[in-house]
């Protein structure tokens, strides 16, 4: 049994542990550091949290052969998972956090006296507020995040899912909720817990499906957040100092993130949180003109010759190079073009690949130096400069329809300015619309050349030909 000044003590070491983590994340040179930091936070958090229980019974048993067959499948996961699955994954993980909590919020209003809350039906006020709370943002996360990986996996429509009145039928649930933890306050009724549990699964859909495809990285994102406001909630129900300082770094850091992609992709916040509001339907621009106009096509023959005789060439990666795994063969065309004295750079789009940080990782694992890798705002006045623009997967976010046409979903996203290059070789399978659902007008453009092949495959043939 390990005593409540030393437990406080090793709580407090891992949430100093955490926050090196997210200060560690936030740069790709320190990012290997951060989740190193972030492990050993988490392994002192649970280590400790078992330890104090000091009950070594067949509970105890029990508990560490759960822990076992979880890591083993979490590891088996992380091992499995392609980069390209990874939106997907954190969305599945965000749904489990989510329905943990409210697990842990069931256990402590059927058996308050285990938790020290008081009795039944004579639970602490404020543990009642913090368990309900706890529950339905837990709920929400729950539902919410599989809606996302649905729509991420292409199980489900990545279109808006509206119906008349949705916004209000969301307010009107909104309302019911906080009602019923009022009630639930004074009276301590079972059927009103219960209620907020349902109401709250069925709100976490209903907040989700209006979000179209184009939006999902702030989705993500935003559910992230969630899940560390529902891991908070339960923690001042235990008295969990871990839980709070852990579910409070991650709400936090969670909803500053939504904030900044939503700038990024000029996007309100509170609109993306409420529920997609002005929403449009993708499908109006979907397929509009693709038809009727001409398209340039070439080979890696074509596109060698235009960038071994340009003086500056911009590389704008996105998910396309996640899936054909295109990142190695584009360090080798990179340093190929370096040796003929080619100036090269890499162009980042906030969102780029469906996830926040998506291309520098992939980048990162080609050995890519992070001073070539330019975010948006550092780099979009170059185009105008630049001899070559490489696309490379990467669609919605160089769609210059997002500067014109008020009817697109992506209108006012901010978008990088690659149609402003002397010649952009675009590359990519077919002329088949990005994640939003909409043509990309960048396809049609006098100085377009597209490539059509498998971004992996171009790009060799293209290393063989320089």
Same mark, same amino acid.
């Given at each position: ?173 909104? @309302?019911?909720?906080?009602? @019923? ?36 990285? #702030? ?198 300015? #690659? ?48």
């Amino acid at each position: 049994m390990i005593s409540a000044n030393l437990l406080a003590v090793f709580y407090l070491i891992s949430g100093v542990l955490f926050i090196l983590a997210l200060r560690g994340l936030s740069s790709p040179e320190t990012s290997r550091q951060g989740n190193l930091f972030g492990i050993i936070g988490m392994a002192i958090a649970i280590g400790v949290t078992i330890v104090s229980a000091g009950n070594f019974s067949t509970g105890f048993l029990y508990l560490l052969i759960l822990l076992l067959v979880g890591g083993s499948i979490g590891a088996f996961i992380a091992f499995k998972i392609p980069m390209t699955a990874m939106p997907e994954l954190v969305a599945g993980f965000h749904s489990l956090v989510g329905l943990a909590a409210v697990f842990v919020a069931i256990s402590a209003f059927l058996n308050p006296e285990v938790f020290n809350l008081g009795s039944i039906g004579n639970i602490k006020i404020a543990s009642l507020i913090e368990m309900s709370l706890g529950a339905s943002i837990g709920a929400i996360t729950f539902t919410g995040s599989i809606i996302a990986f649905l729509k991420l996996r292409g199980i489900m429509s990545g279109n808006p899912i509206t119906f008349p009145g949705q916004h209000y039928l969301n307010l009107l649930l909104g @309302l019911s909720v906080a009602a @019923l933890i009022f009630y639930l306050c004074k009276i301590q009724s079972g059927s009103f817990f219960w209620l907020i549990i349902a109401i709250s699964f069925l709100l976490g859909i209903l907040l989700i499906i209006p979000i179209g495809g184009a939006d999902m990285p #702030v989705v993500i994102s935003m559910l992230n957040s969630y899940s560390g406001w529902a891991a908070a909630g339960i923690g001042f129900t235990l008295e969990n100092t871990a839980l709070i300082i852990t579910g409070a770094l991650v709400g936090s850091s969670g909803a500053i993130l939504s904030y900044i992609m939503c700038k990024g992709m000029n996007r309100s916040f509170f609109s993306v949180i409420l529920g997609g509001f002005g929403g449009t339907d993708q499908s109006l621009t979907s397929t509009k003109g693709k038809e009727q106009k001409p398209v340039k096509s070439g080979n890696a023959d074509d596109a060698a010759f235009l960038m071994k005789n340009a003086s500056s060439v911009i590389i704008v990666p996105g998910y396309g190079m996640a899936v054909a795994q295109a990142q190695h063969a584009l360090k080798e065309m990179v340093d190929a073009l370096k040796k003929n004295g080619v100036k090269v750079s890499y162009a980042i789009h906030p969102v780029a690949g469906r996830m926040p940080g998506h291309m520098n990782v992939l980048l990162a694992e080609a050995n890519v130096p992070y001073d070539e890798v330019f975010e948006l705002e550092e780099i979009n006045n170059d185009f105008a400069n630049c001899d070559v623009a490489y696309v490379i997967g990467a669609n919605d976010v160089t769609n210059p329809i997002a500067k014109t046409d008020p009817q697109s979903p992506i209108y006012g996203m901010p978008i990088l300015d #690659v149609e402003k290059s002397k010649s952009v070789l675009f590359v990519k399978r077919s002329l088949s619309p990005g994640y939003a659902g909409i043509d990309n007008d960048l396809f049609y453009r006098d100085n377009t050349l597209m490539l059509f092949a498998d971004a992996k495959k171009m790009t060799e043939e293209i290393s063989k030909s320089l």
